[in-house]
């Protein structure tokens, strides 16, 4: 349920409504947007009288929120959110660039790749250093060396860094992190999503292989319910039956989230084809359909990467994919 505030209402008579709501056993979102303020009633309103609520002097129109996800509801924020990311943002007018390799590989490696992506306009550095992979006998990442290596490559560049998480006992190491990844497999893992959700860092919750929109909603859902608002979310392709492509990107969830959900939503090009041809493409597709940002795989050399070399960008690749994705957006900006 959301109460929509009349203009002019003052901060205390916001805390003595949002106490009253609190004292019926409810949590209390509030949204101070540029136009309207929005109180948001999380818990069970069925005991709350909507009538009564109406009736206040300050409140405008109260309604009911069908929808399931409640904190990552637009109506219950009906502003863009914005979230920091070291000297970045993610969401509004910003555009973020996440770049780098699918793995962390080795020193040279990555530096090399990190110095490439920040001159050819990333705003982030991403790297696998705990690899989800099909098989148990393929590379698995080097875990605690490679976050290691990524703060060394952010140290030296000053990108934000990017990597995933599959085990909630590895919190310790992800302390200097800036953005924490959970990728496809793990959308539903509701226990690492209820342990993000009690930290404040910055969450970038992939859509799972067959799950739906409602349901990557949900699991955003479940950080926000644990006090961590900070989630970005990212389309990377889901399967179908076709086999030309490693997965189908669905761009039409790019308009359809921003209706549903005030979370900004990137966009996978790598992951949804993988193939580094159509990465471009589909990064010009996403930056006009509305995306906030893209995140692309990134390495210095494709042929012999330890994992996803066929869909990864050399940087030579990688800066004509940016420059072309900035006169994208400066093409679409105000339609
Ligand atoms: C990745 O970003 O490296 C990754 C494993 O992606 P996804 O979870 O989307 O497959
Ligand atoms: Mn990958």
Not at 224 to 231: F, I, R
Request: with cysteine; hydrophobic share 45%.
């Amino acid at each position: 349920m959301i109460a929509v505030l009349k203009a002019g209402t003052t901060d205390k008579q916001i805390e003595n409504l949002s106490a009253w709501i609190r004292s019926q056993g409810l949590d209390v979102h509030l949204s101070k947007g540029s136009v309207h303020t929005v109180l948001g009633l999380v818990g069970d309103t069925a005991k709350i009288d909507a009538e009564l609520l109406e009736s206040l002097d300050i409140v405008d129109s109260v309604k009911r929120i069908s929808e399931p996800f409640k904190s990552a509801n637009r109506k219950f924020h009906p502003d863009d959110s914005i979230i920091t990311v070291g000297n970045t943002t993610v969401g509004g007018k910003d555009f973020a660039i996440m770049a780098g390799p699918c793995s962390v590989e080795s020193e040279e490696q990555v530096m090399e790749i990190a110095r490439a992506v920040k001159a050819a306009g990333a705003t982030m550095l991403r790297g696998g250093a705990f690899k989800p992979r099909t098989s148990p006998y393929d590379f698995q990442g080097l875990k605690a060396d490679g976050i290691e290596l990524l703060l060394k490559a952010k140290k030296e560049t000053g990108l934000p860094i990017v990597t995933e998480i599959m085990n909630a006992n590895h919190l310790p190491l992800f302390e200097e992190v800036d953005v924490i990844q959970v990728g496809a497999r793990n959308m539903q893992n509701f226990e690492l999503l209820k342990e993000l959700g009690r930290t404040q860092k910055p969450i970038l919750l992939k859509r799972g292989l067959a799950n739906t929109l409602k349901e990557l909603l949900m699991s955003a859902e479940y950080i926000m319910a644990g006090g961590n608002e900070n989630v970005i979310l990212c389309e990377r392709g889901i399967r179908t039956f076709e086999t030309y492509t490693r997965n189908t990107l669905d761009l039409s969830s790019v308009p359809l989230l921003h209706e549903l959900t005030h979370l900004p939503v990137i966009i996978d090009p790598s992951h949804a084809t993988g193939v580094a041809r159509l990465v471009k493409p589909m990064a010009l597709a996403a930056a006009a359909c509305g995306a906030n940002g893209l995140m692309i795989e990134v390495h210095n050399d494709p042929a012999h990467a330890l994992c996803d070399g066929a869909q990864s960008l050399t940087p030579d690749a990688f800066a004509d994919v940016t420059a072309a994705v900035s006169k994208v957006l400066d093409a679409v900006k105000g339609l």
